[in-house]
């Protein structure tokens, strides 16, 4: 009796507190004058608790008891960072990592650009995925230009959406503002070291045959499209690439800017619910793979057929972050 009253109070004693350190991975070493919030998650969605200040060497903490799951935020230059606390886990001790901020790439860049056409009867699915690598110890922030821009075309409208995934987290809904050029749109979501994901979504309409035209805006990056077996790209400066192997996805390359393509037959990537309706979810059904060094040419059809390998896990992974809207 007298060793289980010891553990529970160990275990109160773990749960009764929440403190940490605060440690700058730019410098390696502990950062003062971060705040820091603690924020209890539920399906109602998240809750601000209690902020403090990290002191100067780094320490932060706070006296509330955690309630469930627990984010431990610290916001640094700008920018959020975030600790998960689960139940039963300590919650004494840690080690909440920012980075300092810089509004220039650096070593970031954008190593993939996807987009895949889906034609569905009177609709064409439009899905982009951008993928940003960052190797270095800075985070890329630009509130003024954004760190991702798009194409988009005004039949678009209220069908367009855009998620952000950063490294180690989950899809989160972002918006999505014009950046002066026509039918361009920018997004303000920062690209901490490891690599982010951002999906575009929308629809318009169409009938096969169709056109659709659109526009490469990454930079260095090439840009290739992938269409549901059953469905041929017709246009200038399109070269076929190759199929993905399991679902028979053809994937081209897009040698100009500013292209235009013929869009023969119709068919969808994924399968459609019972009842025959598409899923109104705003991303591809997957997520791009995590994909390492440098992007070169050689290696653009292989990494298109990895990142259509992952067909439904997007979507699952989506919905398994309630009250997560617009948090970075």
Do not use: C
Not at 130 to 156: C, M, S, Y
Not at 259 to 266: H, L, P, S
């Amino acid at each position: 009796m007298r060793t289980a009253l010891l553990l529970l109070l160990a275990a109160f004693v773990l749960q009764a507190a929440v403190d940490g350190t605060v440690l700058n991975g730019s410098t390696g070493r502990p950062q003062a004058g971060v705040s820091v919030t603690l924020v209890s998650v539920s399906g109602a969605g998240m809750q601000p608790q209690a902020s403090v200040t990290s002191d100067p060497a780094g320490k932060f903490r706070f006296s509330e008891t955690p309630q469930g799951p627990t984010l431990v935020q610290a916001s640094h230059q700008g920018v959020t960072y975030n600790l998960m606390v689960q139940p039963g886990t300590p919650s004494t001790g840690l080690t909440v990592q920012v980075y300092n901020a810089s509004t220039r790439p650096g070593a970031a860049k954008v190593i993939e650009d996807v987009v895949v056409l889906e034609p569905l009867g009177a609709e064409l699915s439009v899905r982009e995925n951008v993928i940003w690598q960052n190797g270095g110890k800075e985070t890329f922030h630009d509130p003024a230009a954004g760190t991702l821009r798009f194409h988009a075309p005004p039949e678009a409208k209220d069908t367009l959406r855009v998620s952000a995934t950063a490294p180690n987290g989950l899809p989160l809904e972002q918006a999505a503002v014009p950046a002066g050029p026509r039918n361009v749109f920018k997004v303000d979501f920062p690209i901490k070291p490891g690599d982010t994901t951002f999906e575009v979504g929308y629809r318009v309409p169409f009938s096969s045959p169709g056109s659709f035209s659109g526009r490469a805006v990454q930079k260095d990056t090439p840009l290739r499209l992938a269409v549901p077996a059953g469905v041929v790209l017709k246009g200038e400066g399109l070269e076929l690439l190759g199929q993905e192997p399991q679902s028979k996805a053809s994937i081209y390359s897009v040698k100009t800017a500013d292209y235009q393509v013929e869009i023969v037959g119709t068919g969808s990537m994924g399968t459609a619910p019972a009842g025959g309706a598409e899923d109104s979810g705003s991303g591809l059904d997957q997520i791009l793979p995590r994909v390492y060094g440098s992007a070169y040419a050689i290696l653009g059809l292989a990494l298109v057929i990895l990142a259509l390998g992952f067909i439904l896990l997007y979507r699952k992974k989506a919905t398994a972050s309630p009250g997560s809207r617009n948090r970075r």
